[in-house]
């Protein structure tokens, strides 16, 4: 059974300064997706991590991929309070079409001024 | 403008009543999922349909029940048998080569 664990699941962070989201996966797999969720509202997609070494870049965030060490890291460079939200990330478990996906608890960052 | 609905945005239940929950989507997509969310929890894949008259269980399928007669419509039953359906409902799609997935407002249900 897949399990995808992040940490901190908790993260209160001053404007300006920088942090990183971890996410761990329990089995091989070659695909993750970050999302981000406001409150009482859906999930948006912010990157999606096909390989080993992937690294994607979007304004103030930062995903990266490391499928030996089953790990993926979300970094907030110079955060801002727009950027408070949940995020969560996603393992795809493999199968060939479509794709079905486990989550992890999600990260409830808070910016404060 | 493409993208995926859900209805209705809030949808109450007295006990012991079955309810129906709607997605469309118009992205063309042939996968289709449906999702549980519980406050401050992750998502929990309910069913989950990759083609036109199939569809497969997820992790928490008891007490739910899908059809998937449109490449359209995935529609969620929540029957008298899910003992705590107090919840927000996520429903999502994705193309057919693996990529990520495409999720609608939700809906969030409260049994009375």
């Known amino acids: 059974e897949l399990k995808v664990e992040q940490n901190p699941l908790f993260l209160s962070m001053q404007e300006g300064k920088n942090y990183t989201i971890y996410c761990n996966y329990s089995?091989?797999?070659?695909?993750l997706y970050w999302y981000r969720q406001d409150p009482g509202k859906s999930l948006e997609s912010l990157f999606v991590?096909?390989?080993?070494?992937a690294v994607k870049q979007e304004g103030r965030l930062m995903a990266s991929l490391d499928t030996k060490a089953r790990l993926s890291t979300l970094h907030i460079t110079a955060a801002v309070h727009d950027l408070s939200a949940t995020y969560f990330c996603?393992?795809?478990?493999?199968?060939?079409?479509?794709?079905?996906?486990?989550f992890g608890e999600g990260t409830q960052l808070t910016v404060n001024p | 403008d493409g993208g995926i609905t859900q209805s209705p945005k809030y949808l109450f239940r007295k006990e012991g009543q079955n309810v129906t929950l709607s997605c469309e989507q118009n992205?063309?997509?042939?996968?289709m999922y449906w999702y549980r969310q519980d406050p401050g929890q992750g998502l929990r894949l309910i069913y989950y349909?990759?083609?036109?008259?199939?569809?497969q269980k997820g992790d928490i399928a008891e007490g739910y029940s899908v059809s998937r007669e449109k490449k359209e419509s995935f529609p969620l039953t929540v029957t008298s048998a899910q003992k705590n359906p107090t919840a927000f409902y996520l429903c999502?799609?994705?193309?057919?080569?693996?990529?990520?997935?495409?999720f609608g407002p939700g809906t969030r249900l409260t049994v009375l």
């Open positions: 999502a799609s994705s193309p057919p080569v693996r990529d990520t997935q495409y």
């Open positions: 089995t091989t797999s070659d695909r």
């Open positions: 991590l096909l390989s080993n070494g």
């Open positions: 996603a393992v795809d478990s493999g199968e060939t079409s479509g794709s079905r996906l486990t």
């Open positions: 992205l063309n997509h042939d996968a």
């Open positions: 349909s990759q083609i036109v008259n199939d569809f």
